[in-house]
């Protein structure tokens, strides 16, 4: 019902920028009060959420590791989403996905990890 396909991904010395693209299509994809997000996964580490956006009141939220460096956006005419990642760091290296819910972003005042549908994603490589 919904497909996700991330792109954008590769390898950067820290301190460099990279952008990730996930382009969306399905009935519910991008639905009203619905949250689309970033979630990362390093190598023997559990999931985590860096970046939602919720459709319900347009609001942006932003894990404490990657705020001020990360930005998620939507370009709704082109049905993708993006996460524009700066200052990178050896610890952002991870595989990235992009994902989806109905309903809001956050769990007991954290991003959740609990989606729906998820993107193939897409890996990220930050050397120091």
């Known amino acids: 019902q919904v497909q996700l396909v991330e792109s954008g991904g590769g390898s950067v010395q820290a301190g460099g920028s990279l952008r990730l693209s996930c382009v969306g299509s399905?009935?519910?994809?991008?639905?009203?009060?619905?949250?689309m997000a970033w979630v990362r996964q390093a190598p023997g580490k559990e999931r985590e959420g860096v970046a939602g956006?919720?459709?319900?009141?347009?609001?942006?939220y932003y894990s404490d590791s990657v705020k001020g460096r990360f930005t998620i956006s939507q370009d709704n005419a082109k049905n993708t989403l993006f996460l524009q990642m700066n200052s990178l760091k050896p610890e952002d290296a991870g595989m990235y996905y992009c994902?989806?819910?109905?309903?809001?972003?956050?769990?007991?005042?954290?991003?959740?990890?609990?989606?729906?549908?998820w993107g193939q994603g897409t890996q990220v490589t930050v050397s120091s």
């Open positions: 399905g009935f519910y994809y991008s639905r009203w009060r619905s949250c």
């Open positions: 994902a989806t819910r109905y309903g809001d972003c956050l769990r007991e005042g954290r991003l959740t990890n609990e989606y729906d549908y």
């Open positions: 956006f919720y459709r319900g009141g347009e609001t942006t």
